[in-house]
């Protein structure tokens, strides 16, 4: 295994070198929070900066009030907040008299798997009123809100007032916090925006940066790093003095201490299996991703629940390595089931499917594909369990208290409790009976035992080198509005395109799609089944670009730029990269045009059928395709696609809402390493010329799979391992439309802007497609059949805006 040590490589050590060592984490149960501090008298009452980087445990879906930083007097009259409401973030400036300064934001913030960056200004003497109030998220300005009051002139703030200040608790709304905080800075006097505390790497991810700001009377930064006893868990650093009391708060070692190191970026450490050694952000388990019992103490506690097919996910999923972590049975009662599992899985307990391997705790058996033998030793409360996973050899081992079951030796890799299906598993829990608790350790505080030799923690720092740093060097997303010009340069990407697919977004109007191998200006419609055209009469692609592409006007009167460029239109535009030349390839049966980027896992094919059965055409990706997508260019036909696990009979139309269908011979084969198969006359028409797109899986990049949907407003978890820049959506199983969604048109959640590729309609924002974007996947949060229907199938590509290593929740 490649180990992500060198954070460098990945830019996640912050500017300057500047490491965050500790976080803290706060747990609502525990009523955790530091204060009251009654702040001296300000530099300034009207300007003050507060910034803090969080990774938020509790996902609440309805309004609800956690309190990030909060003032408020004894009587209740004068208070102000940044906290938690509804999931998005809001802040508050409530004086007995005066102004109610309010904002509260449209975007919500629900990713319990990574950090992010929170900056707060508050400069009531700026003279442009909506410049008052600033609000930042991973280095970027937030502007949109449901509700924003911003305070009258000079208006002086109750935050940085002489009044008890918190945080992670709302007095007024006696609401504690649950989430891990850290590198947190007050500056009193000065307003600073997100720059001063970070910073874009090369990859365009948001990282710390050493502060070299003025601090001011009251201003204070808390790095957590001293946690010699609780107490010095408040300590000021930054020469002020300005020091919090500790509430409820544990440096005790054992499941109960806060000072973790899971943190924002990836340390360079060398993970010896101690746990509480290399900092990263830390494997919890998934709220998310969760049909069992309640989760909290920064998500690495289960409660019992009384619902036996049922299982918790873990944030975390591998492929490779050797993997450690421990829980500890603190109530134990009869089927706590504790072990490694595919992510998408939440209706089986753990080790009931044949992909799940699991361990009953207090039953001393091993399960899995719901079979259980007798191993081991059975576990009371207070015992721990010892997990050991390696995905090299496919091998699982069970221990507890330091032993481990059936003589097995994890570093030698004899005598495994099951030697398992090679794949993608991620820890899987469920507390049986709703007394039964369970807490778990991936290594973000010290282990109980020492991990095997070879075996580590589950952070980021120690994952695997992605094979793409910079997602947006082999796929992007650009939009522009309209402006009639004969010809235009559209820019901005970090390759010159080989597949640009245009769509306007505004009105009524056909896909186009154009590529470098059949060449600029002949366009293809995923929307219709008309054959390859030239130069469109409402606007074209005429060349392909360095960092982008040119549109040039068409000849249609009133209309000329109207598929890609009209005035008062907006546009969508999604690139790939295919590699730098075009060969013939000559792997399959019909020989073919190939541009590949075996990397990136694109290629784009173009040849010409045959006529014949059971035929086969060469790729050039070196894997096999999990999408082909084939279009006959000549002459009228659909746009016959392939998806994984579909068989060489089964296909979907993109230019239909027909379900999955069968036709004996359609594709001949499944695709191989080298070639797909084209078996009938859609694809393989004698003398017809065709084009196929076809994409593989690359890891932390591009993901291919399928999903069920619940019917719910609080939809399935899709694990893609990193967080998506494009999701395609189609349902196999009802006739319905394909569904494309990108960061570029949603740039926060909820993302509900799509588009159809078999349909010209304008982009909808109903609210019917609402999603959550995340750092590790994707979560419908709508019961419209496109996305989310109960019991539908659903399958998807996603591509990535930055690999899990070191994306920022949003």
Same mark, same amino acid.
């Given at each position: 295994?490649?180990?992500?040590?060198?954070?460098?490589?990945?830019?996640?050590?912050?500017?300057?070198?500047?490491?965050?060592?500790?976080?803290?984490?706060?747990?609502?149960?525990?009523?955790?929070?530091?204060?009251?501090?009654?702040?001296?008298?300000?530099?300034?009452?009207?300007?003050?900066?507060?910034?803090?980087?969080?990774?938020?445990?509790?996902?609440?879906?309805?309004?609800?009030?956690?309190?990030?930083?909060?003032?408020?007097?004894?009587?209740?009259?004068?208070?102000?907040?940044?906290?938690?409401?509804?999931?998005?973030?809001? /802040?508050?400036?409530?004086?007995?008299?005066?102004?109610?300064?309010?904002?509260?934001?449209?975007?919500?913030?629900?990713?319990?798997?990574?950090?992010?960056?929170? +900056?707060?200004?508050?400069?009531?003497?700026?003279? #442009?009123?909506?410049?008052?109030?600033?609000?930042?998220?991973?280095?970027?300005?937030?502007?949109?809100?449901?509700?924003?009051?911003?305070?009258?002139?000079?208006?002086?703030?109750?935050?940085?007032? #002489?009044?008890?200040?918190?945080?992670?608790?709302?007095?007024?709304?006696?609401?504690?916090?649950?989430?891990?905080? +850290?590198?947190?800075?007050?500056?009193?006097?000065?307003?600073?925006?997100?720059?001063?505390?970070?910073?874009?790497?090369?990859?365009?991810?948001?990282?710390?940066?050493?502060?070299?700001?003025?601090?001011?009377?009251?201003?204070?930064?808390?790095?957590?790093?001293?946690?010699?006893?609780? +107490?010095?868990?408040?300590?000021?650093?930054?020469?002020?003095?300005?020091?919090?009391?500790?509430?409820?708060?544990?440096?005790?070692?054992?499941?109960?201490?806060?000072?973790?190191?899971?943190?924002?970026?990836?340390?360079?450490?060398?993970?010896?299996?101690?746990?509480?050694?290399?900092?990263?952000?830390?494997?919890?388990?998934?709220?998310?991703?969760?049909?069992?019992?309640?989760?909290?103490?920064?998500?690495?506690?289960?409660?019992?629940?009384?619902?036996?097919?049922?299982?918790?996910?873990?944030?975390?999923?591998?492929?490779?390595?050797?993997?450690? /972590?421990?829980?500890?049975?603190?109530?134990?009662?009869?089927?706590?089931?504790?072990?490694?599992?595919?992510?998408?899985?939440?209706?089986?307990?753990?080790?009931?499917?044949?992909?799940?391997?699991?361990?009953?705790?207090?039953?001393?058996?091993?399960?899995?594909?719901?079979?259980?033998?007798?191993?081991?030793?059975?576990?009371?409360?207070?015992?721990?369990?010892?997990?050991? /996973?390696?995905?090299?050899?496919?091998?699982?081992?069970?221990?507890?208290?330091?032993?481990?079951?059936?003589?097995?030796?994890?570093?030698?890799?004899?005598?495994?409790?099951?030697?398992?299906?090679?794949?993608?598993?991620?820890?899987?829990?469920?507390?049986?009976?709703?007394?039964?608790?369970?807490?778990?350790? /991936?290594?973000?505080?010290?282990?109980?035992?020492?991990?095997?030799?070879?075996?580590?923690?589950?952070?980021?720092?120690?994952?695997?080198?992605?094979?793409?740093?910079?997602?947006?060097? @082999?796929?992007? @997303?650009?939009?522009?509005?309209?402006?009639?010009?004969?010809?235009?340069?559209?820019?901005?990407?970090?390759?010159?395109?080989?597949?640009?697919?245009?769509?306007?977004?505004?009105?009524?109007?056909?896909?186009?799609?154009?590529?470098?191998?059949? #060449?600029?200006?002949?366009?293809?419609?995923?929307?219709?089944?008309?054959?390859?055209?030239?130069?469109?009469?409402?606007?074209?692609?005429?060349?392909?670009?360095?960092?982008?592409?040119?549109?040039?006007?068409?000849?249609?009167?009133?209309?000329?730029?109207?598929?890609?460029?009209?005035?008062?239109?907006?546009?969508?535009?999604?690139?790939?990269?295919?590699?730098?030349?075009?060969?013939?390839?000559?792997?399959?049966?019909?020989?073919?045009?190939?541009?590949?980027?075996?990397?990136?896992?694109?290629?784009?094919?173009?040849?010409?059928?045959?006529?014949?059965?059971?035929?086969?055409?060469?790729?050039?990706?070196?894997?096999?395709?999990?999408? @082909?997508?084939?279009?006959?260019?000549? +002459?009228?036909?659909?746009?016959?696609?392939?998806?994984?696990?579909?068989s060489s009979n089964e296909y979907l139309y993109l230019d239909s809402t027909v379900a999955k269908a069968s036709y004996s011979g359609t594709w001949g084969s499944t695709p191989t390493s080298t070639v797909f198969g084209v078996g009938d006359a859609v694809v393989n028409a004698n003398g017809a010329t065709f084009v196929a797109y076809c994409w593989s899986p690359v890891a932390g990049y591009s993901s291919f799979g399928s999903y069920t949907g619940n019917g719910s407003a609080d939809g399935p978890f899709v694990y893609t391992g990193f967080r998506p820049r494009f999701i395609l959506v189609k349902r196999t199983d009802g006739v319905i439309q394909w569904t494309i969604l990108d960061t570029a048109r949603s740039p926060s959640n909820v993302a509900d802007q799509r588009l159809f590729p078999n349909l010209s309609q304008a982009e909808t924002v109903n609210g019917d497609g609402n999603t959550d974007l995340l750092s590790n996947g994707f979560k419908p949060r709508n019961v419209d059949s496109a996305f989310n229907a109960n019991g539908g199938t659903y399958i998807y590509m996603a591509l990535a805006e930055s690999p899990f290593q070191y994306a920022r929740a949003r």
């Amino acid at each position: 295994m490649s180990a992500l040590n060198n954070s460098l490589l990945l830019g996640q050590e912050g500017g300057g070198g500047y490491a965050i060592s500790r976080s803290l984490r706060f747990n609502s149960s525990d009523s955790a929070y530091l204060g009251p501090k009654t702040l001296s008298s300000p530099t300034s009452s009207t300007t003050w900066t507060w910034a803090c980087w969080i990774k938020k445990t509790l996902i609440t879906t309805s309004t609800d009030y956690r309190g990030i930083f909060t003032a408020r007097d004894a009587t209740g009259d004068n208070y102000a907040y940044i906290d938690f409401s509804d999931n998005g973030i809001r /802040f508050a400036n409530r004086p007995v008299s005066g102004t109610i300064a309010v904002l509260q934001t449209t975007p919500v913030f629900r990713d319990p798997s990574a950090w992010f960056h929170l +900056a707060f200004v508050y400069d009531s003497s700026n003279g #442009t009123s909506t410049d008052t109030l600033r609000l930042y998220i991973n280095g970027s300005r937030v502007t949109a809100f449901s509700s924003a009051t911003y305070p009258s002139a000079s208006q002086a703030s109750i935050i940085n007032s #002489t009044i008890p200040h918190y945080i992670g608790y709302d007095a007024q709304n006696t609401a504690y916090v649950s989430a891990y905080l +850290a590198d947190i800075h007050f500056c009193d006097g000065t307003a600073y925006d997100a720059s001063a505390f970070g910073e874009f790497d090369a990859n365009g991810i948001w990282q710390p940066k050493k502060f070299a700001g003025v601090y001011g009377t009251n201003g204070f930064k808390l790095n957590f790093s001293d946690n010699s006893t609780a +107490a010095a868990l408040g300590t000021d650093s930054s020469g002020n003095g300005n020091t919090w009391t500790v509430n409820n708060l544990s440096v005790t070692a054992g499941a109960g201490n806060d000072s973790l190191v899971d943190v924002p970026v990836n340390g360079s450490e060398v993970d010896t299996g101690s746990g509480g050694q290399v900092r990263g952000n830390y494997c919890t388990l998934n709220p998310l991703s969760n049909e069992a019992g309640a989760l909290s103490n920064g998500n690495l506690q289960q409660a019992g629940t009384s619902t036996a097919n049922v299982r918790c996910n873990s944030t975390i999923a591998v492929s490779s390595g050797k993997w450690y /972590f421990e829980s500890t049975l603190q109530t134990a009662e009869s089927f706590t089931n504790i072990g490694i599992g595919t992510p998408g899985i939440t209706t089986q307990y753990p080790g009931q499917d044949s992909v799940s391997y699991a361990y009953v705790c207090e039953q001393g058996l091993r399960v899995n594909a719901a079979s259980t033998g007798s191993y081991g030793n059975a576990l009371t409360s207070g015992d721990i369990l010892m997990v050991a /996973f390696d995905l090299d050899n496919n091998k699982i081992f069970f221990g507890k208290n330091g032993s481990w079951f059936g003589s097995s030796d994890p570093a030698a890799g004899t005598n495994p409790a099951y030697t398992i299906t090679a794949g993608t598993y991620c820890p899987i829990t469920r507390a049986y009976s709703t007394s039964a608790i369970a807490v778990l350790n /991936f290594g973000q505080r010290p282990f109980a035992y020492t991990a095997p030799s070879g075996f580590k923690a589950l952070c980021t720092a120690n994952l695997p080198a992605p094979t793409i740093t910079q997602s947006s060097t @082999v796929m992007d @997303v650009l939009t522009w509005s309209g402006n009639n010009a004969a010809t235009r340069a559209i820019s901005g990407l970090n390759y010159s395109p080989d597949l640009v697919w245009i769509k306007c977004r505004s009105d009524a109007a056909g896909h186009n799609l154009y590529d470098t191998v059949r #060449t600029a200006g002949k366009l293809l419609s995923s929307d219709t089944t008309a054959a390859e055209t030239t130069n469109s009469a409402f606007g074209y692609l005429s060349q392909f670009d360095s960092a982008g592409f040119t549109l040039t006007a068409g000849t249609y009167p009133g209309y000329e730029s109207g598929n890609v460029n009209m005035t008062g239109r907006t546009y969508v535009g999604w690139t790939w990269d295919a590699g730098s030349s075009t060969v013939t390839n000559t792997a399959g049966s019909i020989s073919s045009q190939v541009r590949a980027n075996a990397s990136a896992g694109f290629s784009i094919v173009t040849y010409t059928g045959n006529g014949s059965s059971a035929q086969t055409v060469g790729h050039g990706l070196g894997v096999a395709p999990s999408l @082909v997508i084939v279009k006959k260019r000549s +002459a009228t036909d659909g746009w016959l696609t392939y998806f994984t696990g579909f068989s060489s009979n089964e296909y979907l139309y993109l230019d239909s809402t027909v379900a999955k269908a069968s036709y004996s011979g359609t594709w001949g084969s499944t695709p191989t390493s080298t070639v797909f198969g084209v078996g009938d006359a859609v694809v393989n028409a004698n003398g017809a010329t065709f084009v196929a797109y076809c994409w593989s899986p690359v890891a932390g990049y591009s993901s291919f799979g399928s999903y069920t949907g619940n019917g719910s407003a609080d939809g399935p978890f899709v694990y893609t391992g990193f967080r998506p820049r494009f999701i395609l959506v189609k349902r196999t199983d009802g006739v319905i439309q394909w569904t494309i969604l990108d960061t570029a048109r949603s740039p926060s959640n909820v993302a509900d802007q799509r588009l159809f590729p078999n349909l010209s309609q304008a982009e909808t924002v109903n609210g019917d497609g609402n999603t959550d974007l995340l750092s590790n996947g994707f979560k419908p949060r709508n019961v419209d059949s496109a996305f989310n229907a109960n019991g539908g199938t659903y399958i998807y590509m996603a591509l990535a805006e930055s690999p899990f290593q070191y994306a920022r929740a949003r």
